[in-house]
């Protein structure tokens, strides 16, 4: 029996679930799956846009559920949603690893199901998603020049300011769901979205008032 059902799954999908049902696992894997999309959107490194297909990171996502579904009654007490997310976290830094030669999978990577992509990935997601909004009729340098001033802005956050950043703004995640992936607070998560949000915010209003600089000669 489990000793508490999480609250965003119906208990007959779950038990469904713990009693080694795929269909039941693959009902919330499609339930979730345009959220999950969003995630691989948003942290995949700008450098394999084009050679990975983020449904071939669900499809793998997918695969490592099915074999971790005698975990699901311990790892998903709290969310299906959370659960969710962590294994396609995971699938995609084993992505980036495989693809960019970065550290070595960790051992202890399948113990933890509150262990975020690392402050040096959701640095670089933040700032490239941020940069390829930039416009500027002014051409490539004025953009690189507001370029630096998003990657200044993001990297004088705290790392769990980021982290709570990313997931609330750009992950789209309920405070919830934010203070269940890293593991404080929900008024604490709120709290650090706004101050992020603040910080973010002017950063942005420092690049829309900058003055046009003219062309060099």
């Given at each position: ?21 795929r269909t039941a696992l693959a009902e ?46 311990k790892e998903a007490s709290q969310s ?138």
């Amino acid at each position: 029996m489990m000793t508490q059902l999480p609250e965003d799954c119906e208990p007959e999908l779950v038990n469904r679930i713990i009693a080694g049902d795929r269909t039941a696992l693959a009902e919330l894997f499609d339930l979730h799956r345009n959220r999950l999309w969003r995630i691989v959107n948003f942290r995949l490194d700008s450098r394999l846009r084009g050679r990975v297909d983020a449904d071939d990171i669900l499809q793998e996502a997918w695969l490592d559920a099915v074999r971790r579904m005698d975990r699901f009654l311990k790892e998903a007490s709290q969310s299906c949603f959370v659960w969710l997310r962590l294994i396609v976290t995971q699938t995609l830094a084993d992505v980036h690893r495989a693809h960019l030669g970065t550290q070595k999978r960790d051992a202890g990577r399948d113990r933890s199901i509150h262990r975020p992509l690392g402050a040096g990935s959701t640095a670089a997601s933040l700032s490239s998603f941020l940069s390829g909004r930039l416009t500027s009729p002014s051409g490539a340098a004025i953009r690189a020049e507001q370029g630096e001033i998003v990657d200044a802005a993001v990297e004088s956050m705290p790392e769990l300011d980021r982290e709570v950043l990313a997931l609330r703004h750009f992950e789209e995640l309920s405070n919830r769901e934010t203070a269940c992936v890293l593991e404080i607070s929900e008024q604490a998560a709120s709290m650090r979205y706004v101050r992020a949000l603040g910080r973010l915010k002017e950063a942005l209003r420092t690049i829309q008032n900058e003055p046009e600089k003219p062309p060099s000669e």
